[in-house]
């Protein structure tokens, strides 16, 4: 019975080493693990032993992939096959039989054909699709002398189109909403407040890291007095850090605001707009977001406004995470009687989109 079992063992483990691609070093090493990229004289793999590995080629002495390649080279079609190193340092892609030797130095990226098709020969997603994002719901309750409810919503998405091997000049979308309900009894007098504000920015990146922008954004903060702001403009921006763990981005522009009040004052004024987007993960499961827009006032100097949005969010599940965040909208010139600020905390539940 043993015997049996350490056979089967033994059998389940050479099949799982047999599916794997094996790094041989120049030192003798080895090394075992599926394929992701090669590109920049790395060799990056993932292994159930060690993660993702990353190896540079000068180190290889042999290496083979046996399931299907694209091998990139920039301005022609990707060469499909099965991988293998040369002892030059080349590669030698078969397929149908045919082996094609390419030189290493001509080669912009290799990676597996399923991961190829997916990322770039996919059909365009629809105005719908591809958002990328998150939704957050708070509520807190108060018992006592008063009750108190809030409800706090927040919503944050951006749809950008998927990546291609050169740089296209492409637009991407920004949309964030936010909103607080508040009410709050005591001794048969109520008290409600909303508020709601909602943006939209649409980029046109013109390089990888530079672009124009058009934004609007409406509000309605009973807090400040204000029953609606129309704000639009425009600008430029600039993505300082782009990668999977941290991005951050800064965003300068002109914008033309109306604002109604709940006393029936209007105002129409033109203000600056400076602003910055920061992300970052921290860990699989810890990630902070935080976004910031400052309106300076040209038509009526020294007054002005922002808006700030700080988010903590902890991962429980692959979509559910517990955050907790920070919203403070800030008016310097609120009618007479209304407060400045608008800060809320707000601890939830996330959904990741």
Same mark, same amino acid.
């Given at each position: 019975?043993?015997l049996w079992f350490?056979s089967l063992?033994a059998?389940?483990?050479?099949?799982?080493?047999? +599916?794997?691609?094996?790094v041989?070093l120049k030192?003798g090493?080895?090394?075992?693990?599926?394929l992701v990229t090669i590109?920049g004289g790395?060799?990056?793999? &993932?292994?159930d032993m060690?993660?993702?590995v990353?190896?540079?080629?000068?180190k /290889?002495a042999?290496?083979?992939v046996?399931?299907?390649?694209a091998?990139?080279?920039?301005?022609q079609?990707?060469?499909?096959g099965t991988l293998?190193?040369?002892?030059?340092g080349?590669?030698q892609? &078969?397929?149908n039989?045919q082996t094609?030797?390419?030189?290493?130095?001509k080669v912009d990226?290799?990676?597996p054909?399923?991961?190829? +098709?997916?990322m770039?020969?996919?059909?365009s997603p629809?105005?719908?699709q591809a958002?990328?994002g998150? /939704?957050?719901l708070?509520?807190?309750?108060?018992r006592?002398?008063q009750?108190?409810n809030?409800?706090t919503t927040?919503l944050n998405a951006?749809?950008?189109?998927?990546?291609? $091997?050169?740089?296209?000049?492409h637009?991407?979308? @920004?949309f964030?909403?936010?909103?607080?309900?508040s009410?709050?009894n005591q001794t048969g007098?109520s008290?409600?407040?909303r508020?709601l504000?909602?943006?939209?920015r649409?980029d046109?990146?013109?390089t990888?890291?530079?672009f124009v922008? *058009?934004?609007?954004?409406?509000?309605?903060?009973s807090?400040?007095?204000?029953?609606l702001?129309?704000t639009?403009?425009?600008?430029?921006g600039?993505d300082v850090?782009k990668?999977?763990r941290?991005?951050f981005?800064?965003?300068?522009?002109?914008t033309?605001?109306h604002? &109604?009040?709940f006393?029936?004052a209007?105002?129409?004024?033109?203000n *600056?707009?400076?602003?910055e987007?920061?992300?970052?993960q921290f860990n699989?499961?810890?990630?902070?977001? +935080?976004?910031l827009?400052?309106?300076p006032?040209?038509?009526?100097?020294?007054?002005?406004?922002?808006?700030?949005t700080?988010v903590?969010?902890?991962k429980v599940s692959?979509?559910?995470s $517990?955050n907790?965040?920070?919203i403070d909208?800030?008016l310097s @010139?609120?009618?007479a009687g @209304?407060h400045?600020n @608008? /800060?809320?905390?707000?601890?939830?539940?996330?959904y990741?989109f």
């Amino acid at each position: 019975m043993k015997l049996w079992f350490s056979s089967l063992l033994a059998l389940i483990c050479f099949a799982g080493i047999a +599916h794997a691609d094996v790094v041989t070093l120049k030192n003798g090493d080895r090394v075992t693990g599926a394929l992701v990229t090669i590109k920049g004289g790395n060799l990056q793999l &993932k292994s159930d032993m060690m993660g993702d590995v990353t190896i540079p080629m000068a180190k /290889v002495a042999t290496y083979s992939v046996a399931k299907p390649v694209a091998v990139i080279i920039k301005g022609q079609q990707p060469v499909r096959g099965t991988l293998e190193l040369a002892p030059t340092g080349d590669w030698q892609v &078969k397929a149908n039989g045919q082996t094609q030797t390419i030189a290493a130095a001509k080669v912009d990226t290799i990676m597996p054909e399923d991961a190829y +098709h997916k990322m770039y020969e996919a059909p365009s997603p629809k105005p719908w699709q591809a958002w990328k994002g998150g /939704v957050s719901l708070g509520e807190s309750l108060q018992r006592g002398n008063q009750e108190t409810n809030t409800t706090t919503t927040t919503l944050n998405a951006v749809r950008e189109r998927p990546p291609t $091997l050169d740089f296209e000049r492409h637009t991407r979308a @920004n949309f964030g909403l936010t909103a607080m309900l508040s009410s709050a009894n005591q001794t048969g007098s109520s008290i409600t407040s909303r508020t709601l504000s909602s943006n939209l920015r649409e980029d046109w990146l013109f390089t990888p890291t530079d672009f124009v922008f *058009g934004i609007a954004q409406l509000d309605h903060i009973s807090t400040e007095g204000l029953y609606l702001r129309q704000t639009y403009g425009g600008g430029f921006g600039k993505d300082v850090i782009k990668n999977s763990r941290t991005t951050f981005s800064l965003i300068g522009g002109m914008t033309f605001q109306h604002e &109604k009040f709940f006393t029936g004052a209007q105002n129409q004024t033109g203000n *600056g707009l400076v602003g910055e987007r920061f992300g970052k993960q921290f860990n699989k499961r810890m990630r902070l977001d +935080h976004n910031l827009n400052f309106y300076p006032n040209f038509s009526q100097l020294g007054e002005y406004r922002f808006d700030t949005t700080t988010v903590l969010s902890i991962k429980v599940s692959t979509r559910l995470s $517990l955050n907790s965040s920070l919203i403070d909208l800030y008016l310097s @010139n609120p009618p007479a009687g @209304n407060h400045q600020n @608008n /800060v809320t905390f707000s601890t939830g539940i996330g959904y990741t989109f």
